[in-house]
């Protein structure tokens, strides 16, 4: 497979690593936590930091000792030493040499310093430990048992080191956690009891934990001993990191220090924003009791730097440096090694980089600028253009916070922009005299940035303007953050409606309000085209090519015929020999049914679909496929779920007579005397009865209120109908056509089928039943060995306490549905035909995926939900 078709490959093995962390809770219910824990931090955090200046910040990070900042910079680099070594421990506790100490290190240190900025819960290390390891043939059990096993390391740390700090109750703490000395031991010592049993019991044996089909294994005893070493060595390194930039009266218990530094730390996790800025700053300053203390506030800002932003440079220019390193000019070996340790982390890094200049750009216009520099800028410019390029400036910020989605996703458009943005934001740095210290760094990050320029390839027919919701959600995080940080500088400036329209060189306070305003509009704007304008311009249906045609002629299964509907795209094979028609669903390029021609080349045209869905950012699936491809698609990686079940009728020896077919015989013999016979009109004839046809069908819309329908169903299209030849019912008195049914028929006389099936409302309903009587002795007098009536949906799920979710879901609504579609109904219908039944199957990378799927097929057969539900009229549904 070429390169991008590898690359989707681990992309879709990473998502369906990163669906571990949705398998407890749902991610919507995550960010509606998420999102009011945030809420209130912001409000907390502003009461708390009431009456402080931002000059006083300031002035109190000038006066911190260097030798503080050292320290903090050395228990940094500890800190990160022990993360590199939590990956290196879990791959060696679950694939023992199967990848090298170095590349999980790597993975480890590098990835952390990534996802830390950007935010645990949106970017944790999962997807992007999947795509390094997989590069070293490990299995998806394998990473996400090396997924689970970090989170389990980190989890041992925390409860030791909670259980001694209970156990022994240092000086001041009991009266923080309000526990009597008595409440206080007997927690510890119960933590420390779980601790040693948990310990006990990983001794007696390989022991694994399960959930929701999930199942990891756990580390021995030794292993799960020095996975909780590092754990205890990162936690308290990580602590000490900012213990020592505390102010030294905040910096007496370090006992209570701690137990607040981890109650921060769990509570920015879980509530999604980046980084958890926010929220971490006002729990740490809400527990240590340092409510209006500017030195409190110096002291987290710099934490930030030194934990945050310093070692996601280091790591961003690391990745820079090798990206370069792994020219063609390298040696090929060390140029691959590196390469498949870099790629994996450019994206992730480059939305860091969009991010950070993002989150710069806001933070500085909502701060006020230097006295001196703007009496200097007062003598070179113009009021109007610092006015304008402050506004401009965090424009620029907003926009890259929301590009910086489509840089993780890969979107080559998104990279343009963001560079773009970059420099835009640096120029503006300088016109409204933020100084050219801003300005360096937001050029550096423009060379990184375009650095990684040949990393980014998927198409220009994506939406970079119309993130997720849950990315909408996080860039709502940051953006309140930067405007509480101006609300926290420019308390001291009383508001009233005049200062909107006050503008003087000294008037940081109304720009920080327009700019505000400006891109509160803008995140608005964004939200309101992502909701209306969904993923972005779909790719529209083409030309059906003459090979396709040929193709289809010469296919033995009748439903090739279904690509001649006019409403899909066609991947073609190179040589001709085989083709997959699609549709853009608008989140799925959905292939309807198997490729069509010789198999080995149809399965290769599954793997350019799917580099094809990945490169415009879509879902792949295959809609209503037969057992033939299943190995492709489990090959993929992918999901096989059944959707229903395929009714087929043997015409071997086939005759009406007997006493399962009396239902037919009876109906066909009473049409005949009641003046209704059945003929063939050969395709090359159809056009001269189109408007008799056309008459038919649009009485049986009329009357059953429905649309057309699409993709899977044929819909009335001359140039469709033209194709086939169709089953007509006559009444002979005045020769009038009342029904038809399209034939599909395949090659070699393997099975027929119809797909259009329209009659006059007016006409008994044993007619019907006649014209499926006349198909089948018409079939079986042609020789066709099968009689396709197409799919029963939902049809043939197993239920019980042993299947899975789908089939159980399925299962109900198959059941007791019939308020939306009479499922039992039409199942009980075909079986009527006493047919043989084959499973029909919807292949998807991840089961998770199946509902937005199926609301895209819906989308595209229906038309929506109201044209699902008046789909159920039809008798055949495919």
Not at 192 to 213: E, K, N, Q
Not at 473 to 497: D, H, K, Q
């Amino acid at each position: 497979m070429d390169q991008e078709t590898d690359e989707a490959d681990r992309t879709e093995k990473s998502d369906m690593i990163a669906s571990l962390e949705s398998a407890l809770l749902h991610p919507a219910v995550k960010l509606m936590i998420g999102g009011g824990i945030f809420a209130i931090a912001i409000v907390v955090l502003h009461r708390l930091a009431v009456n402080v200046g931002w000059t006083e910040v300031q002035a109190d990070i000038a006066a911190l000792p260097l030798s503080h900042l050292m320290l903090a910079l050395a228990f940094t680099a500890a800190s990160f030493m022990a993360l590199a070594c939590y990956d290196v421990l879990a791959v060696h506790s679950v694939a023992p040499g199967r990848v090298p100490v170095g590349v999980a290190a790597t993975a480890g240190a590098a990835g952390y310093a990534i996802s830390n900025l950007l935010g645990f819960s949106w970017l944790t290390g999962a997807a992007v430990r999947a795509r390094i390891y997989d590069t070293y043939d490990m299995n998806m059990g394998a990473i996400g048992n090396v997924v689970a096993t970090l989170w389990f390391s980190f989890w041992l740390g925390v409860t030791i080191l909670t259980g001694l700090l209970l156990t022994f109750h240092p000086a001041g703490l009991g009266s923080t956690l309000n526990l009597s000395a008595p409440a206080e031991t007997g927690i510890g010592i119960g933590l420390l009891t779980l601790f040693v049993l948990l310990i006990g019991w990983l001794a007696g044996g390989r022991r694994s934990v399960g959930h929701r089909g999930f199942r990891i294994q756990l580390p021995g005893a030794e292993m799960a001993l020095a996975q909780t070493a590092v754990a205890v060595f990162d936690i308290i390194s990580a602590a000490l990191t900012l213990y020592v930039l505390l102010p030294p009266d905040l910096a007496q218990n370090f006992a209570l220090f701690f137990v607040v530094f981890v109650a921060a730390i769990g509570l920015g996790i879980v509530s999604h924003s980046p980084g958890g800025i926010g929220v971490f700053e006002a729990t740490m300053i809400a527990g240590l009791g340092a409510a209006g203390r500017s030195d409190m506030l110096a002291s987290l800002v710099l934490y930030r730097l030194v934990y945050y932003v310093i070692p996601f440079s280091i790591a961003v220019c690391g990745l820079a440096l090798a990206w370069i390193m792994r020219s063609p000019d390298t040696d090929k070996r060390t140029g691959r090694k590196i390469y498949s340790i870099v790629k994996p982390l450019i994206h992730a890094a480059s939305a860091g980089i969009a991010l950070m200049a993002g989150l710069t750009l806001l933070v500085s216009g909502s701060l006020p600028a230097e006295f001196g520099r703007m009496r200097a800028l007062q003598e070179v410019s113009l009021l109007s253009l610092v006015e304008a390029s402050h506004l401009i400036g965090s424009v620029a910020g907003v926009l890259l916070i929301i590009v910086a989605r489509g840089l993780y996703r890969k979107q080559a458009k998104a990279w343009w922009i963001a560079m773009a943005l970059i420099a835009i934001g640096a120029a503006a740095s300088v016109a409204r005299g933020a100084g050219w210290l801003q300005a360096e760094a937001l050029l550096a990050a423009l060379v990184l940035l375009g650095t990684f320029r040949n990393a980014f390839y998927r198409g220009p027919n994506q939406a970079v303007f119309s993130p997720s919701w849950r990315w909408l959600i996080v860039s709502a995080m940051a953006v309140t953050a930067a405007i509480w940080i101006g609300l926290f500088a420019y308390s001291n400036v009383e508001y009233s409606n005049e200062l909107w329209w006050d503008f003087a060189w000294h008037g940081d306070a109304p720009r920080f309000l327009r700019a505000s305003l400006a891109i509160a509009v803008i995140l608005l704007a964004v939200a309101l085209n992502a909701w209306i304008g969904g993923s972005g311009p779909r790719l529209k249906p083409e030309p059906i090519p003459d090979r396709v045609r040929d193709l289809v002629a010469a296919s033995p299964e009748a439903e090739a015929g279904l690509a001649l509907t006019g409403d899909k795209r066609f991947l073609l094979s190179e040589d001709g020999k085989a083709f997959i028609a699609y549709a853009d669903g608008g989140g799925t390029l959905v292939a309807k049914g198997d490729p069509v021609g010789e198999p080995r080349a149809g399965a290769d045209l599954c793997w350019q679909l799917r580099g094809l869905a990945d490169a415009s950012g879509k879902t792949c699936a295959f809609y209503a496929t037969s057992e033939k491809y299943l190995p492709t698609y489990v090959e993929m990686g992918f999901s096989i779920l059944k959707i229903g079940e395929v009714a087929r009728v043997n015409l071997v020896g086939l005759t009406l007579d007997g006493p399962d077919k009396g239902y037919f015989r009876r109906a066909r013999n009473k049409a005949r005397r009641e003046g209704y016979e059945f003929d063939i009109i050969p395709a090359r004839q159809v056009k001269a009865h189109l408007a008799d046809l056309r008459r038919v069908s649009e009485a049986w819309l009329e009357s059953k209120h429905g649309t057309e329908k699409g993709f899977s169903l044929g819909s009335f299209n001359e140039q469709y109908l033209a194709h086939f030849d169709q089953a007509v019912i006559r009444h002979t008195e005045d020769n009038r056509i009342i029904a038809f049914a399209n034939l599909l028929q395949g090659a070699d006389m393997e099975e027929f089928s119809i797909d259009l099936m329209r009659y006059d409302p007016e006409i008994p309903g044993f007619v019907m039943d006649a014209l499926f009587g006349e198909l089948m002795l018409w079939g079986a007098d042609k020789g066709f060995r099968w009689f396709s009536l197409g799919a029963a949906p939902l049809s043939g799920l197993k239920s019980g306490p042993m299947a899975t979710m789908w089939n159980r879901i399925g299962n109900a609504v198959f059941k007791h549905g019939e308020h939306f579609y009479n499922f039992e109904g039409l199942r009980a219908f075909k079986q009527k035909f006493n047919p043989v039944w084959t499973p029909s199957y919807m292949a998807v990378p991840r089961a998770i995926d199946a509902p937005g799927v199926l609301m895209d097929v819906n989308g595209l057969v229906s038309g929506g939900i109201k044209g699902l539900v008046s789909a159920g009229a039809k008798g055949i549904l495919r």
